[in-house]
């Protein structure tokens, strides 16, 4: 198993461009989560899903949006890239609720200037 | 007011050395996380609990539910136990809150 995998890895955005972070998991695992870790804070929810087609806000929704079209795939899109959003961003699922161990991805490192 | 307190914020310690890391959280749980962020970057499971305590070789983890308390223990640290923890309960449906982590450097 993969596991829970993340692309890209790294990116770098101008203010005001879009772009889709993948997130991918094998474990056919119902919940999925989209964190943000900003340096000398705690990660914090952005979105979170407990199955297919089923989505909702979690504490720093705004500037972001999510769809989970089916169970593998969980992506985050940021429609218009804001300085604030720069943060690196873990995609995690869990297999029956938040009460379970989260697998996190690798990470993606995202910086808008 | 973050709702999961963690301490120390850094800590260093000689290879050997007994580890404490403590957690508070201000609101009701049943569990419990604690996680391992390398230094990489990747962020693994080290423990979930809702009572008591657990004990995975090297490490223990207890829970205190009533003082809303939980400690992460290190027995004969390691330098290659050097990472950030963190502590993390469940809020709310289905959300999740963090600690800020602390950052362990354990030196040879």
């Known amino acids: 198993n993969a596991g829970v995998t993340q692309t890209p890895k790294f990116r770098i955005l101008k203010i005001g461009q879009s772009m889709t972070l993948q997130c991918a998991q094998d474990?056919?695992?119902?919940?999925m989560y989209w964190y943000r870790q900003d340096p000398g804070m705690g990660l914090k929810l952005i979105y979170y899903?407990?199955?297919?087609?089923?989505?909702d806000k979690g504490e720093v929704p705004n500037g972001y949006n999510v769809s989970r079209s089916t169970t593998e795939d969980f992506p985050l899109r940021l429609e218009l890239a804001a300085p604030s959003q720069t943060s690196v961003y873990f995609c995690a699922s869990t297999g029956v609720s938040d009460y379970n161990e989260q697998f996190f991805g690798p990470g993606t490192r995202l910086t808008v200037l | 007011k973050n709702e999961v307190e963690q301490s120390p914020q850094n800590l260093t310690a000689q290879e050997g050395e007994f580890i404490t890391i403590n957690c508070s959280y201000s609101?009701?749980?049943?569990?419990l996380h604690w996680l391992q962020q390398h230094p990489g970057g990747g962020i693994v499971s080290l423990f979930m609990?809702?009572?008591g305590k657990k004990k995975h070789g090297r490490l223990i983890a207890t829970i205190n539910i009533q003082e809303k308390h939980s400690s992460l223990h290190i027995t004969a640290s390691h330098p290659r136990d050097s990472a950030v923890y963190i502590c993390a309960v469940p809020f709310g449906n289905n959300d999740m809150r963090f600690g800020a982590g602390t950052r362990l450097t354990v030196k040879p």
């Open positions: 474990m056919n695992h119902n919940y």
């Open positions: 899903s407990v199955g297919a087609g089923i989505t």
């Open positions: 609990l809702s009572s």
């Open positions: 609101v009701g749980i049943s569990a």
